[in-house]
Structures are given as C-alpha cells and as structure tokens.
C-alpha cells in the first residue's frame, strides 16, 4: 500500500464517525444519485428514436409521426426534469451530511486543542492553528461536498454506461474502456505530484497566518517600535514561498486537466471513425450512434471532473492531514485512575521533592519542599527565570512535575479530575485577558451559572462598580477585544471581580499589582486584601510592598528554594 493510500483510508477512518450520525443523509444522497444515474441514461434514448425513425424513407409521410416525435419530445423534458430534481436532491442531501459533519470536526477540534497542555501551546503559532481550525476544515468540507461526493456519482454513472456500451456495441465499447487504465495510470502519478505541492502550500499559508496573528498580535510594538518594514519584508517572503508551490499545484493540476481532454478527444475519433463504419456495414443505426456518443460524454466525465478536482481534493487531502495531526496531539496531563472531583477542601498545599523542567531538558525547579497551611498567604520572590511563575503553574497542572509531587489536603493532584483542580483555584495574572463582551459577562466566566446578583456583589467586592457605575450601559457596558477600552487597573478589578466569583479556597496572584500606577495599585490592593480574606494564598511578585503583606516569604533562585521567613506582617 503506499503512502498516499495510507493517508486516505486513515483521513477516512478519522470521519468515519462524523459521517456515520449523517447516514440517512447519505443513503438519501445516494439513492438520489443512483435516480439521476438512471435518467442520464434513459434521456439520449428519445433522440435515438427519432433519428432512427426520420432516416427512414417515407417517415415523413406516415401518419404517427407527429405523434412519435411529440412523444419523445416529452421524454427527453421528463428525463432531463427528473434528472435535475435527483441531481438537486442528491446536492442538498450530501451537502447537508458533510456541513453537519465537518461543524462536529471543527467543533471536536476546537475543543480538543483547548485542552491541550501550555507547553504545546507555547510551541505553535497561534494563527497556524487557527488557520487548521478554520480553512483546513473549510476546504475538507467544500471538497466533499462538491467534489467527493459528485465524483461518486460519476463513477457509478461510468460503470452503468460501459455496461450499455458494450451492449450496443462491443467494440465501440473496448475503446472507451481502453482509455480509462491509460488515465488512471497517469493521473495516479500527476495526482501523487500535486498532492505533494499541496501538502506544502498548506504549511505555507499555515505560516502565513500565524506570521500575521503574531504581527497583529502585537500591534502596540510593532508601531512603537517601527518593525511595519521589517515584518511586511518577513511576511512577503512567505507569501512568495507559498505562491510558489500554490502555482507549481496549479500548474500540474492543469496539465492533467489539458492531457485527459486530449485522451478524450482521440477516443472519440476512434468512436467515430469506428462507429460510422458500422453503419456502413448495417451493424449500427445513426441513432445508436448518437446514443454512444452520449454516453462517450458522459462515460469521460468523471475523467475530466477528476482531473478538474484533483488540485482541490489534494489540498482537502493535505488539510485533513493537518487537521489528524493536531488532533493526535496528546495531553501528557494524565489523571491517575479513578480520578475524582476535588470538592471543598481546606486549601493545605505541599510540595514534596519536586523537580520541573520546562520541556527541553533544562531543569526549571529542583527538589522543592514546601508546606503551606490552609489559609496561610506565601510569597513566592526571586529575580526573573527563578521558577517562581513554573511553582504556580504545578498547582493548577498547567505542567506536572518531572519528579516528586504536588498535593491538596494530602492527596496527589493527579488523583483529582483536571477540571474540578482548576474550578477550585482562582488565579490573577499581569496581564488579565478580557473577552470580547460585557463587563458582567467577563466576571461570570469566573463562575458561569452564576445569577446577575452573585455577578453584581463580586463586582463590588473588588470595586468594579467603583468605575462601572460611571460608564453608559454599567455592567453591561462592551469591553471591546481582550479589553483594550479599560485601563489596566480596571480590566484587574474585573479579573478579581471573577476570582472573587469562582469563591475557590485557593488563589494563586502572578504579578497582580505589577505595571500599574499608584492610584489603581491601591484599588487593586484593596480588592485583593477581600479575595484573599481567609484563603490559601501563593503571591508571585516583585513588590517588596506585596510580598511583605504575606505570612511567609520564599526565596528561590535558579529553580531551588534558598530562604523561607517569617514577614513583618505575620
């Protein structure tokens, strides 16, 4: 088998269960399909009959000839009528099977890559997977859709004209079916080719979108930096590469499109030179002539509409790819059998020997030991690369530890289900991503079933309302992408107003007060003092201000823990 066909069946194998949910679509779709196979063939019968009957001497003259040829007249608008109806339904019938399908893939893909670990995160473009998201299932779906499944259709459609061809004559019969192994061998190897430059075409528009992402990503740099020049050069250079290989898949795609019209165009002057000299020799009529050369046409259909659609069946070959191998991706974030859900606990957290590493062998923590009472406030400090960030990440299992373990109340987080861990921590960063929505909406994504009023009390206990109540719509006041209309304090505020909503017994703070100025910091200090109230607390930051506010401070540096001391404050 080789390795285009290992590709196929395994795409196949892959949709197999999105389209089984459909398959009262598709046996619609096909039953449809095999109706208009049946009235291709009975429409050019009509034709044949009246040639057949007005060659004849005298034909002219007989009194049923009106008749006959008002007859099929009507046959050949109810044989065309029906085609087109069954042509029609069998469109809508596959069309809807593989937009219902390709929406499940998306949405599975979707869901699957949200639950990925950060690391894997870390280390792909975002655009590149958006690109996946969205093209790459976008091309599967049209392809199937108007490729596939017509191409099945045709298929079919040869088979029931090379049985009828044969029929009428066996040797107009051996030419056509003489052309199909010539095609087929060529268009496996023109195939295999443009499959090839498609594959690469995609992984260049993947990069194009992910050069673009991260360049509009980071627009406030960009412009205050002047780097316009510099990325718009970057990004031409990969839009020359992917140009490239999308006109080297054009080109062959062409030239197989070029080279069966040619194949068909000697197999119909074979038909012809034959087919005229059999009716010469009275073994063929001039209306079964016709007929054959109807069905000529529509036997070599399916070689044309292949060649048309190889380019675009190998890019949707080459998308589906892409698409198998974000979904193989694993989580290494395994629980451990018979993982529960963590319900309320008392918040105590430990560290036992812990060692991280940060992916590429290079160790980011080494043998941590540290014990952290139920409602006890810790202050993680050390320069910058520390580890501080990585000890915060193990207890929300962004990354789990290379050696020894993390626990809740004594038991192994692994022992507790991935969600429930994370529904029982509320986290503060630096930099708090709003999303694209209302104020109100932001802080109930802390806790989503959350009525209006548990939103508005979380709202004023980390002072949200102080500056909401001034805005036009109040809570429900837009926020725009990822916050930009707020300031820094605010957007903070509301991602503590989430926090405060989640009601979690422990709360991890990376840098909440860092970057603001001294105003909002003190707003930002007082709805944290609220959060924090009672709760297992780990603070990272740099603040000498912050971190003497906590019960206990630890040093690290280079990964391992050189100091722990009482504060002033305890």
């Known amino acids: 088998m080789s390795r285009r066909e290992r590709r196929g069946r395994r795409l196949l194998r892959f949709l197999g269960p999105y389209l089984r949910p459909e398959r009262r679509l598709i046996a619609g779709g096909f039953f449809a399909m095999f109706a208009e196979v049946a009235f291709r063939l009975l429409e050019p019968w009509p034709l044949k009959i009246v040639i057949d009957a007005v060659i004849v001497p005298g034909a002219a003259q007989s009194p049923g000839i009106v008749g006959l040829l008002a007859l099929c007249a009507l046959g050949v608008v109810g044989a065309a009528g029906l ?42 473009r975002s655009g590149d997977l958006i690109n996946r998201l969205v093209s790459d299932v976008g091309k599967l779906r049209d392809v199937a859709v108007t490729a596939a499944m017509p191409l099945i259709g045709n298929v079919v459609t040869l088979a029931a004209m090379l049985v009828v061809m044969f029929v009428l004559d066996w040797r107009l019969g051996l030419i056509v079916a003489a052309a199909l192994p010539v095609f087929l061998l060529h268009s496996r190897r023109a195939s295999s080719r443009i499959t090839d430059a498609a594959r690469i075409q995609r992984s260049r528009e993947g990069e194009l979108a992910g050069s673009a992402g991260e360049s509009f990503g980071a627009i406030k740099v960009v412009q205050a930096y002047t780097l316009e020049g510099e990325l718009e050069r970057g990004f031409a250079r990969s839009n020359e590469r992917e140009l490239s290989e999308g006109v080297r898949a054009t080109r062959l795609s062409a030239g197989l499109e070029r080279w069966t019209d040619v194949l068909v165009g000697i197999a119909t002057a074979a038909v012809l030179f034959v087919g005229g000299w059999s009716i010469v020799e009275g073994h063929l009529t001039p209306g079964e002539l016709v007929v054959f050369v109807q069905y000529l046409k529509g036997a070599f259909k399916p070689m044309r509409d292949l060649a048309k659609y190889t380019g675009r069946i190998a890019k949707a070959a080459a998308s589906g790819e892409r698409i198998i191998d974000l979904v193989g991706t694993r989580s290494d974030l395994a629980d451990l059998p018979g993982a529960h859900r963590m319900g309320r606990v008392d918040g105590a957290i430990s560290f036992r020997r812990v060692s991280a590493s940060y992916g590429d062998g290079e160790p980011a923590l080494t043998d941590i030991d540290l014990e952290i009472a139920p409602g006890e406030r810790i202050a993680l400090v050390g320069h910058s690369g520390s580890g501080k960030s990585t000890l915060a990440s193990l207890l929300l299992r962004l990354q789990d530890p290379v050696a020894g373990s993390v626990r809740i109340d004594g038991r192994d987080l692994r022992a507790y289900s991935l969600d429930s861990l994370r529904a029982g921590i509320a986290i503060v960063l630096q930099e708090s991503v709003l999303f694209t929505g209302s104020i109100r909406e932001n802080i109930r994504m802390g806790r989503p079933g959350a009525t209006d009023e548990h939103v508005a009390w979380a709202a004023q206990v980390a002072n949200v309302d102080e500056f909401a109540d001034r805005l036009p719509g109040g809570l429900d006041t837009e926020v725009g992408e990822r916050g930009e209309t707020l300031s820094g304090g605010q957007r903070q505020r509301i991602a503590i107003a989430r926090a405060v909503l989640r009601d979690a017994r422990i709360v991890i703070l990376d840098e909440a007060t860092t970057g603001l100025d001294t105003t909002s910091a003190a707003a930002v200090r007082e709805a944290l003092e609220r959060l924090c109230a009672g709760r297992t607390t780990l603070v990272v930051t740099h603040s000498p201000d912050d971190a003497l506010a906590c019960d206990r401070i630890v040093t690290l540096r280079q990964g391992r823990i050189v100091d722990v001391k009482e504060s002033s404050h305890a």
């Not at 593989?98 to 998306?106: E, F, H, K, L, Y």
């Open 83 to 124: 085609r087109a109806l069954s042509s029609y339904l069998m469109t809508v019938c596959f069309s809807l099977a593989g937009t219902r399908a390709m929406n499940a893939v998306r949405a599975d893909v979707f869901a699957h890559t949200l639950r990925l670990p950060l690391r894997f995160h870390t280390g792909i």
